[in-house]
């Protein structure tokens, strides 16, 4: 079964203004990364901030910010946690369709919290469409295939995504 979690207004507001305000900060730390996700590299590349991945904290930042999720959701082990950020682009690409782990874990769950509001979407294979507002987070089986879209309303489109266990 394909379970969906769309919760509004995630942290509470002097949390997500916190958090942020951290990422949309000069000092923190982006990285370009040649491609969105692994299924269709050709066109399309994002920029990165690696917290966390396979049992290894990449970030200074990375206590502070999985705490807000740790806090508040049935997390027994982190296996990655990265921001995203997309730029801005004269129409809605559609960046391909993947699955966050492997298509045969049924354990694993994926989270996307949505820093800014745009009019980018996350896409399900399964028709589902979910909206770029501010301060969501949608949780979702992290086999379940997905794409995201950049937006044309805002310079940026930021996400945080986890997995987890």
């Known amino acids: 079964m394909e379970k969906f979690d769309v919760i509004d207004n995630f942290l509470p507001e002097k949390d997500?203004?916190?958090?942020?305000?951290k990422i949309f900060?000069?000092?923190?730390?982006?990285?370009y990364g040649d491609f969105v996700n692994y299924d269709?590299?050709?066109?399309y590349f994002q920029f990165e901030h690696l917290f966390f991945r396979?049992?290894?904290i990449f970030s200074e930042h990375y206590e502070q910010t999985v705490k807000l999720f740790t806090d508040r959701l049935p997390i027994r082990s982190i296996s990655r946690m990265k921001a995203n950020l997309l730029t801005r682009t004269s129409s809605s690409d559609f960046h391909g369709w993947h699955v966050d782990g492997d298509i045969n874990d049924s354990d694993m769950i994926t989270g996307i919290y949505y820093i800014n509001s745009t009019n980018g979407?996350?896409?399900?294979k399964n028709g589902k469409?979910?909206?770029?507002?501010?301060?969501?987070?949608?949780v979702f089986p992290?086999?379940?295939i997905h794409s995201s879209t950049s937006c044309t309303d805002q310079k940026v489109r930021?996400?945080?995504?986890?997995?987890w266990f």
């Open 121 to 124: 979407k996350t896409l399900f």
């Open 54 to 56: 396979n049992f290894k």
């Open 129 to 138: 469409e979910i909206d770029c507002i501010a301060n969501r987070l949608v």
């Open 40 to 43: 269709n590299s050709e066109n």
């Open 16 to 21: 997500w203004e916190s958090l942020s305000n």
């Open 158 to 163: 930021v996400v945080i995504n986890l997995n």
């Open 142 to 144: 992290g086999n379940l």
């Open 25 to 31: 900060s000069p000092e923190f730390p982006w990285h």
